[in-house]
T-cell receptor, first 116, second 114 residues
Framework: EAGVTQFPSHSVIEKGQTVTLRCDPISGHDNLYWYRRVMGKEIKFLLHFVKESKQDESGMPNNRFLAERTGGTYSTLKVQPAELEDSGVYFC??????????????FGEGSRLTVL | AQSVTQLGSHVSVSEGALVLLRCNYSSSVPPYLFWYVQYPNQGLQLLLKYTSAATLVKGINGFEAEFKKSETSFHLTKPSAHMSDAAEYFCAVTEGAAGNKLTFGGGTRVLVKP
């Protein structure tokens, strides 16, 4: 069974450009999460989808970040325009829904974003 | 608000020696606690979790952690380090048993010396 896959693994862009990160969760996982680790800091929660709906987006840093999950399958995270402080590793995770329990999180390898 | 503190961003141990990674948390509600490991070029993998059952939790690869409410700690240990344990380890807390919306510590990178 394929795990959580993320693309690209590494992206280098200039300040002001746009980048779109993609996450394919494990098949059948209704929950999808985005986390981010800025260099030298903790991994921080960005948002949580349940199927195609945003359950919690309290961690999104500002309106330059847009996450979508059309059809409740894969998700994209767009940064537009990118700023230097957006550099970091963006992790995606997914889990099954079991009644009120959202299940163990399975993480992807992360997408490293470098903004120059 | 929840928070997690991991003491030591880097730890060096000799092969065969005890591995001890420290984690202290703060939470306004009974916490659920997790340890994740990230091996080079891989995603985060769950090592073990505490969800209010036994305070001594055993995980994969010989790791275990003990929940101590009085000390607000959840330290991770392994009696004998192996070269394959070289990785970065993250302690995390959440209000939910399943582990969504985790609050992570800063991570501890473990180097194992032969």
């Amino acid at each position: 069974e394929a795990g959580v896959t993320q693309f690209p693994s590494h992206s280098v862009i200039e300040k002001g450009q746009t980048v779109t990160l993609r996450c394919d969760p494990i098949s059948g996982h209704d929950n999808l999460y985005w986390y981010r680790r800025v260099m030298g800091k903790e991994i921080k929660f960005l948002l949580h989808f349940v199927k195609e709906s945003k359950q919690d987006e309290s961690g999104m840093p500002n309106n330059r970040f847009l996450a979508e999950r059309t059809g409740g399958t894969y998700s994209t995270l767009k940064v537009q325009p990118a700023e230097l402080e957006d550099s970091g590793v963006y992790f995606c995770a997914s889990s099954q829904m079991r009644g009120g329990d959202t299940g163990e999180l399975f993480f992807g390898e992360g997408s490293r974003l470098t903004v120059l | 608000a929840q928070s997690v503190t991991q003491l030591g961003s880097h730890v060096s141990v000799s092969e065969g020696a005890l591995v001890l990674l420290r984690c202290n948390y703060s939470s306004s509600v009974p916490p659920y606690l997790f340890w994740y490991v990230q091996y080079p070029n891989q995603g985060l993998q769950l090592l073990l979790k505490y969800t209010s059952a036994a305070t001594l939790v055993k995980g994969i690869n010989g790791f275990e952690a003990e929940f101590k409410k009085s000390e607000t700690s959840f330290h991770l240990t392994k009696p004998s380090a192996h070269m394959s344990d070289a990785a970065e380890y993250f302690c995390a807390v959440t209000e939910g048993a399943a582990g969504n919306k985790l609050t992570f510590g800063g991570g501890t990178r473990v180097l194992v010396k032969p």
